[in-house]
């Protein structure tokens, strides 16, 4: 069995039980815990010098698996790491001012809300950052990527002036009657947290609230206005 073998083999072995238990389930007093009872064992269970040799052995695998790692052999979290020292600056300014512009073109763009930062945990690097974005239709989401703010940062990463960024974008459209959301005891978030504009002329809409009580009794059909 050559190198790529087990090198293969070992992939396979992560990709399949990596997440089984992961090290964020637990904080550095648990780990440190386990460790020391798993010392006291191997000392009263163990010969002394078998029990001495496996913390060594197990700093020297760590030693091991770094090296592997910065040299790039095997597909992990550092294998994309961009050499040199970099900046980014359209996650700041740019990127907000998109948001800006649709707040104060909500009614003209139908746009409700957003959430809040959301970071993917499947993640390993951490870098993986998700906003999920509400419009009433689709013309004033068509409205919005047209939009100045929004076409700055778009035509500044379609020349390649950020070359450690990734985008990924997803619609979904939800007809009347084909969607639904509802909270028991939890925090406002999604589409509770959403607002749209009520008002008789343009100057005289304000924006309210879309949430409201959920009677006893009510079903996912009932709530998305259907009947059963």
């Not at 040799?53 to 961009?82: E, N, Q």
């Not at 974008?169 to 939800?174: D, G, P, R």
């Not at 008789?200 to 409201?212: F, I, M, Q, S, V």
Request: aromatic share 14%.
């Amino acid at each position: 069995m050559g190198f790529s073998s087990v090198r293969s083999a070992i992939q396979d072995l992560q990709d399949n039980y990596y997440d089984l238990i992961e090290t964020r389930d637990f904080g550095i007093l648990t780990w440190l815990s386990f460790g020391a009872i798993f010392q006291l064992l191997s000392l009263a269970y163990l010969p002394a010098r078998v029990a001495a040799s496996l913390p060594v052995l197990w700093l020297l695998y760590r030693m091991f698996k770094a090296t592997i790692d910065t040299r790039g052999l095997f597909t992990t979290s550092f294998t994309d790491i961009k050499q040199r020292r970099w900046t980014p600056d359209i996650i700041d300014q740019i990127f907000k001012d998109m948001w800006r512009e649709a707040e104060n073109n909500r009614s003209n763009w139908t746009y409700l809300g957003r959430s809040a930062t959301l970071c993917d945990t499947s993640d390993a690097a951490g870098t993986t950052t998700i906003w999920l974005s509400y419009w009433k239709d689709l013309k004033g989401l068509r409205a919005f990527a047209n939009s100045a703010a929004h076409r700055l940062g778009q035509d500044r990463f379609n020349a390649k002036r950020f070359p450690y960024m990734g985008i990924m974008h997803e619609t979904f459209h939800a007809p009347n009657g084909s969607w639904e959301a509802i909270y028991d005891s939890f925090r406002l978030w999604g589409i509770g947290t959403l607002k749209y504009a009520v008002g008789e002329g343009r100057d005289e809409l304000e924006p309210r609230g879309a949430l409201k009580v959920n009677p006893r009794g009510s079903s996912m059909f009932s709530r998305m206005g259907r009947r059963q």
